[in-house]
């Protein structure tokens, strides 16, 4: 791992003589350019008194409450799940979960590129439980439980991996983390350390000793600057989306994360990182239920128009869940397409993509108009070019549907069969065959599946793809397929969050 120096500055409001009163100390994470940097968690020690606690989240407050006697108790604010301890930890963290009566739960560990790494059912006994999460690599985590209807959500840093990836259980009855009992006097000397990711890894601060006696905001100035480090791949395959046009398609199903910085088509620079995925069959799956503005790992399913752009749209964010269709409606118009006077709430237009040209304005989303031409057996250019398959690479098994460029040629030990004939099973490849394949101009489209709000389904057997193109005021056009069967001018709820796969004009 990498390390990087971080410099705290520590600015005191004022002190303030000790009485009923609060001191608030404040952390704020900047990165090289001075632009907000997330901080995962921060530790605290208070030197004089002995004790030590751990705040997580970007927004982290720590109010010292200072009593009339001149003794004060650190306040925590309320968690999730109960507070992960250790926070940072090496090879794994705990945390403490408390329920009122006996309830099944679905515990799952994800890492923050939105995959999930572990996963175990169990009974919560009544009381408090204690989940242990085991990490296989440094980095942060975040764990989802499941139980009586409720996710809780904690977020923690692994700084040291132990191999393995794992969740285990048990049941102490009682509450043994995360009480507020520390006491605090003014001019205690206080240390602090913080923990910020960067490109998968936790970095840590150094420590900075100080005497707190008022209001302070402390800063993480961290010497980095966020970027990405997913490999850019070229697609050579050409295909004719309309008489005379054709596009290339992008390496690989679009993603996006809250960390970071992009520029985009309106000359600003906003939160975010956008990114395509490293390879073609590349799909988030279940890690799209974390989705949210407090989530930072990589999601993949977006409900329609979420570009980022503020079009008119209630719900215009990349990680919008709002539940009526009529919100995802760009320029207010219920009948108005992701192009001309809107095309900024197409995805591709209106962001910079990180491992896409690292500027706005080069990617699009296909018309319906222009997948149903892509996918015509009608078409003399696209006749015979499409069919399902599945890609078996690093033990796994991943379905979509296979596309061939206009101008094809079969590359020696691969096969290929037109059609649905045998669902996903109809063309079958191996790693070093489906790279052929690919080098020759295929492109697959996976099987990313379907989100409705924050549950994930289909994954790895259903493919639902946007348009830019309107259906109705609730609805907008998809390519949608599953084993068997296609549909190129399929229709879905605008609310559903659905795969972006980015296309570029060829350009002779």
Same mark, same amino acid.
């Given at each position: 791992?990498?390390?990087?120096?971080?410099?705290?500055?520590?600015?005191?409001?004022?002190?303030?003589?000790?009485?009923?009163?609060?001191?608030?100390?404040?952390?704020?994470?900047?990165?090289?350019?001075?632009?907000?940097?997330?901080?995962?968690?921060?530790?605290?020690?208070?030197?004089?008194?002995?004790?030590?606690?751990?705040?997580?989240?970007?927004?982290?407050?720590?109010?010292?409450?200072?009593?009339?006697?001149?003794?004060?108790?650190?306040?925590?604010?309320?968690?999730?799940?109960?507070?992960?301890?250790?926070?940072?930890?090496?090879?794994?963290?705990?945390?403490?979960?408390?329920?009122?009566?006996?309830?099944?739960?679905?515990?799952?560990?994800?890492?923050?590129?939105?995959?999930?790494?572990?996963? !175990?059912?169990?009974?919560?006994?009544?009381?408090?439980?204690?989940?242990?999460?085991?990490?296989?690599?440094?980095?942060?985590?975040?764990?989802?439980?499941?139980?009586?209807?409720?996710?809780?959500?904690?977020?923690?840093?692994?700084?040291?991996?132990?191999?393995?990836?794992?969740? !285990?259980?048990?049941?102490?009855?009682?509450?043994?983390?995360?009480?507020?009992?520390?006491?605090?006097?003014?001019?205690?000397?206080?240390?602090?350390?913080?923990?910020?990711?960067?490109?998968?890894?936790?970095?840590?601060?150094?420590?900075?000793?100080?005497?707190?006696?008022?209001?302070?905001?402390?800063?993480?100035?961290?010497?980095?600057?966020?970027?990405?480090?997913?490999?850019?791949?070229?697609?050579?395959?050409?295909?004719?989306?309309?008489?005379?046009?054709?596009?290339?398609?992008?390496?690989?199903?679009?993603?996006?994360?809250?960390?970071?910085?992009?520029?985009?088509?309106?000359?600003?620079?906003?939160?975010?990182?956008?990114?395509?995925?490293?390879?073609?069959?590349?799909?988030?799956?279940?890690?799209?239920?974390?989705?949210?503005?407090?989530?930072?790992?990589?999601?993949?399913?977006?409900?329609?128009?979420?570009?980022?752009?503020?079009?008119?749209?209630?719900?215009?964010?990349?990680? !919008?869940?709002?539940?009526?269709?009529?919100?995802?409606?760009?320029?207010?118009?219920?009948?108005?397409?992701?192009?001309?006077?809107?095309?900024?709430?197409?995805?591709?237009?209106?962001?910079?993509?990180?491992?896409?040209?690292?500027?706005?304005?080069?990617?699009?989303?296909?018309?319906?108009?222009?997948?149903?031409?892509?996918?015509?057996?009608?078409?003399?250019?696209?006749?015979?070019?499409?069919?399902?398959?599945?890609?078996?690479?690093?033990?796994?098994?991943?379905?979509?549907?296979?596309?061939?460029?206009?101008?094809?040629?079969?590359?020696?030990?691969?096969?290929?069969?037109?059609?649905?004939?045998?669902?996903?099973?109809?063309?079958?490849?191996?790693?070093?065959?489906?790279?052929?394949?690919?080098?020759?101009?295929?492109?697959?489209?996976?099987?990313?599946?379907?989100?409705?709000?924050?549950?994930?389904?289909?994954?790895?057997?259903?493919?639902?793809?946007?348009?830019?193109?309107?259906?109705?005021?609730?609805?907008?056009?998809?390519?949608?397929?599953?084993?068997?069967?296609?549909?190129?001018?399929?229709?879905?709820?605008?609310?559903?969050?659905?795969?972006?796969?980015?296309?570029?004009?060829?350009?002779?």
């Amino acid at each position: 791992m990498k390390r990087f120096g971080i410099l705290i500055l520590l600015i005191c409001l004022g002190a303030v003589e000790v009485a009923a009163q609060s001191y608030t100390v404040r952390f704020r994470g900047v990165d090289s350019n001075n632009e907000t940097y997330r901080l995962d968690s921060i530790e605290i020690t208070d030197l004089t008194q002995g004790w030590s606690m751990v705040m997580v989240s970007p927004d982290t407050v720590l109010q010292l409450t200072v009593e009339t006697e001149g003794i004060a108790v650190a306040e925590r604010e309320a968690a999730v799940v109960g507070r992960p301890y250790p926070n940072p930890g090496e090879e794994a963290v705990r945390c403490d979960i408390a329920v009122r009566d006996n309830t099944r739960a679905k515990i799952k560990l994800y890492g923050s590129d939105g995959i999930m790494r572990a996963e !175990s059912e169990a009974t919560l006994n009544k009381g408090v439980n204690t989940i242990e999460a085991r990490a296989d690599r440094c980095g942060m985590y975040w764990m989802m439980v499941e139980a009586d209807g409720q996710k809780s959500v904690a977020k923690f840093a692994i700084t040291k991996g132990s191999g393995r990836c794992g969740i !285990s259980l048990s049941q102490s009855g009682k509450v043994t983390k995360g009480e507020n009992s520390e006491t605090f006097m003014a001019g205690d000397r206080m240390r602090f350390k913080g923990y910020a990711t960067f490109k998968g890894s936790s970095v840590s601060s150094a420590e900075r000793e100080e005497q707190v006696s008022g209001d302070c905001e402390i800063t993480l100035a961290l010497p980095i600057r966020y970027d990405d480090t997913a490999a850019t791949v070229t697609l050579t395959g050409r295909f004719s989306v309309g008489e005379g046009r054709q596009v290339s398609f992008s390496q690989g199903n679009l993603q996006y994360s809250t960390a970071g910085s992009h520029q985009t088509a309106s000359g600003s620079t906003v939160a975010g990182t956008w990114r395509f995925a490293a390879t073609q069959y590349e799909y988030i799956g279940e890690g799209n239920a974390m989705i949210g503005a407090g989530y930072d790992g990589y999601i993949d399913l977006f409900g329609w128009g979420t570009s980022g752009w503020s079009s008119g749209a209630t719900a215009y964010q990349p990680y !919008s869940v709002n539940e009526d269709n009529s919100d995802y409606t760009p320029g207010g118009d219920g009948l108005t397409g992701l192009t001309e006077s809107t095309a900024n709430a197409d995805w591709g237009v209106y962001n910079a993509i990180s491992n896409g040209g690292g500027r706005p304005e080069q990617w699009r989303t296909l018309t319906t108009e222009e997948w149903q031409y892509l996918t015509d057996e009608n078409n003399e250019s696209r006749a015979g070019k499409k069919a399902q398959a599945t890609i078996n690479t690093d033990g796994a098994d991943y379905n979509g549907l296979l596309l061939l460029p206009d101008t094809f040629e079969l590359p020696d030990g691969c096969q290929y069969t037109a059609g649905f004939g045998n669902g996903y099973l109809t063309n079958q490849y191996d790693t070093e065959q489906w790279s052929a394949m690919e080098e020759a101009g295929a492109v697959f489209i996976t099987t990313s599946g379907r989100r409705n709000g924050t549950t994930v389904t289909h994954v790895n057997a259903r493919g639902i793809y946007w348009s830019s193109s309107p259906m109705d005021e609730s609805n907008a056009h998809t390519l949608f397929f599953v084993t068997g069967t296609m549909q190129s001018n399929a229709a879905e709820a605008r609310r559903i969050g659905a795969a972006v796969r980015l296309v570029k004009d060829v350009e002779e």
